[in-house]
């Protein structure tokens, strides 16, 4: 049985214009699938359909069972269960998912405390090793620290700290390293990447990149102008597009790639 | 041949901070006609305080800028004239470096009539000959930013730094706010502009791929100094410092097919 069912998804704004069109995908247990597209062709807004977290103004219609509950329409109270134990999200500014005005550890604790009923002493250590384990160092610093006191990558592995609080079966990342340094990104992207596998979690990882969509999962379904184009292997749509668009995107993915390599061949010692 | 630009040990410190703490230091690098080059560093690798140095924003703490050889004289009207004409940039964010109440072609013509290139129909001309040359069509001068896609945007603020047919083209992380169809687009046109204009471009970026894909010369930063620099392909295929290799590593690659 599928952990999520999108059949005919459209999102629709309030002046009619439709966002995305028609969306269907399933993710089963434990499967990764990467949802590749450009700015605004509605991969984002997928994503947010998909946990009911649509921005005011924006409707969606058709269906989407998640764990066997319909989120489409559906009232808050049905949602909230599903949040954070089956579905959890990663945003791409983990400045906009962390408050400000709390320490990081009260934050990590909230979603802690509700899921495994901890409280005093037992719920410090749980924080604090929910800390160690997105490979943060001084859990008890950070646990102590505001989020505009640590650097990027480490908000990033709050929020992921965050996210995987709750052991959900279904983690949502939207773009989760593209406002990352190169090498903090490789670094959360291995994180990511070893906390998935290790839970047995289903992932749904968003981007416009191929490269790094690549390095996380091996099968995604490209969108554009908030329609899905085709769902294939990175290999095959990579090497045999069949829909035009994936084939421009790719190329193009390609010849930044080949410019790159060709240059490290050319100086490579012999 | 003499560099267009160089930088010959500059250190820059920020007012306020502690004494010995630069934001760059001890820097020297070159560029030399027909010799694009990238700058390449993360957050805090001071970056950005090196392109302000090199448009001449602010003055080196110590050390020199030379253009054309001569130090860089932010008090030398006729020298900064020149400067001005010669050394023009593109920011990251197309959408920001654009005014959006001005038409196109008015935006375009800005470094035109502030640096007195050329004035009525030559201007005009100069305008056109510049969108033509970025692939817009002539018809874009008389429309406005936000009907155009990011992209597009991109392209005109190119159009507009190369309007005064300037040496060197500064660009700071130029695509990394497009999207990859656009980027290949961006980069190709800037690897054209080259020969086709005699541009030379000073690209500033954190993506190696990128640089790897335009630049001749690499320059490598970190922590306010130069780790490592050469040709591209050197200092891409045989990296010598840890660093620089870190960086390589961390790119995301395409899988093989």
Partial sequence: MNLLEVASLSVTSSDGVARVRDVSFTVAPGERLGLIGESGSGKSLTAFAVIGLLPAGLKATGSVMLDDTQVVGAPEKNLVPLRGRVCSFIFQEPLTALDPLMKLGHQLAEPIARHQGLRGSALKRAVLDALDEVHLPEPERIADSRSYEISGGQRQRVAIAMALACRPRLLIADEPTTALDVTVQSGVLALLDHLVADRDMAMIFVSHDLAVVSRMTDHALVMRSGEAVERGSIGELLASPRHPYTAEFAASARRIETAFASAIARGRPE | ?257
Avoid: W
């Fill in chain 2, 1 to 257: 041949m003499t560099p267009i630009l160089a930088l010959d040990n500059v250190s820059y410190a920020y007012r306020g901070t502690h004494a010995g703490q630069h934001a760059v230091q001890d820097v020297s690098f070159t560029i030399e006609p027909g010799q694009n080059t990238g700058l390449v560093g993360e957050s805090g690798s001071g970056k950005s305080t090196l392109v302000k140095l090199l448009l001449g924003l602010m003055r080196p703490t110590s050390g020199q800028v030379l253009f054309d050889g001569v130090p860089l004289n932010l008090g030398d009207q006729s020298q900064v004239r020149s400067f001005r004409r010669s050394v023009q940039t593109v920011f990251q964010d197309p959408y920001s470096s654009l005014d959006p109440r001005q038409r196109v072609g008015r935006i375009v013509g800005e470094p035109v009539r502030s640096l007195r290139v050329a004035r009525g129909r030559a201007a005009d001309e100069l305008v056109a000959k510049a969108l033509e040359s970025v692939g817009l069509a002539a018809d874009a001068a008389s429309r406005y930013p936000h009907e155009f896609s990011g992209g597009q945007r991109q392209r005109i603020a190119i159009a507009r730094a190369i309007v005064s047919r300037p040496r060197v083209l500064l660009a700071d992380e130029p695509v990394s706010a497009l999207d990859v169809i656009t980027r290949s687009q961006v980069i190709a046109l800037l690897a054209e502009l080259g020969p086709s204009r005699d541009l030379t471009v000073l690209m500033v970026s954190h993506d190696l791929s990128v640089v790897g894909a335009l630049c001749q010369r690499t320059v490598v930063l970190q922590g306010g100094r130069i780790v490592e620099q050469g040709t591209t392909s050197s200092v891409l295929g045989a990296p010598s410092e840890t660093y620089t290799r870190q960086l390589l590593a961390a790119v995301p690659r395409l899988p093989q097919i």
